[in-house]
């Protein structure tokens, strides 16, 4: 039994992949942004936590930390004349700062442990560019270097992987999958014809948590339905 940290574990890919370990019997410290409906139930601890804070309370945090996972993130899609520069840097405090502060208070409670992993997101429109995506690819191409330096700085003790998904029906997509029509036309974007699901993200951040990937570290693994790099 392991015990896994997931930043934004209330809906989601968080959510799904906060069922999948708890039960599998691990223990599960989860935390979500403001108020929810969610259940905590099977959580070791369910505690608030606002990432843009200045000084975040981790005091929940177990003495060991197996597995880290951040999930906070932001779909904001329009043209780079509407963005101002404060977009930018408002979207780099969530995706970015934000994973930097909590990789950094849990490290050394990583180090406790002998099969730590961290696992963070990305996206697909950072390594195939998208019409509209200039914020959101500005943010996750720096999380893809921070994913491959960290897993260089910390190897070998601690593994450090990135999961780079294309759309995926969660409630950060909603304003974009809100019709069928809408779905339907971004299935058939796709190779597989069909949009991701929460737990097609929660089945591989779930499998490089675990022993079962302990030789692979430094990884932007990309589950996008064959986005990224076929053409049918």
Not at 151 to 157: G, I, N, R, S, V
Not at 172 to 184: H, S
């Amino acid at each position: 039994m392991a015990a896994h940290v997931i930043i934004g574990s209330s809906s989601g890919i968080g959510s799904s992949l906060a069922k999948q370990l708890i039960a599998e019997d691990h223990q599960v410290y989860g935390t979500f942004y403001k108020t929810t409906t969610a259940s905590a139930a099977g959580f070791a601890a369910w505690q608030p936590l606002n990432v843009l804070d200045e000084n975040p309370d981790f005091s929940f945090l177990p003495d060991v930390i197996d597995g880290l996972v951040y999930c906070p993130g932001a779909v904001n899609l329009k043209p780079f004349a509407r963005f101002k520069p404060d977009d930018f840097l408002s979207d780099y405090q969530l995706q970015v700062i934000g994973a930097v502060k909590v990789i950094q208070a849990c490290l050394p409670k990583l180090k406790n442990s002998s099969q730590a992993s961290v696992v963070l997101f990305s996206t697909v429109a950072v390594q195939t560019g998208f019409n509209f995506h200039s914020l959101v690819s500005s943010s996750k191409g720096a999380v893809e270097g921070l994913t491959r330096a960290l897993a260089a700085e910390f190897a070998p003790k601690i593994r450090v992987n990135c999961i780079a998904p294309s759309i995926t029906d969660t409630p950060l997509a909603a304003a974009l999958l809100n019709t069928d029509e809408k779905k339907e036309a971004n299935a058939q974007r796709h190779p597989l014809k069909k949009i991701g699901r929460p737990e097609d993200l929660a089945n591989l951040a779930s499998f490089l948590l675990s022993e079962k990937s302990s030789w692979i570290t430094g990884q932007i693994i990309h589950v996008d339905g064959g986005m990224s790099n076929l053409k049918v």
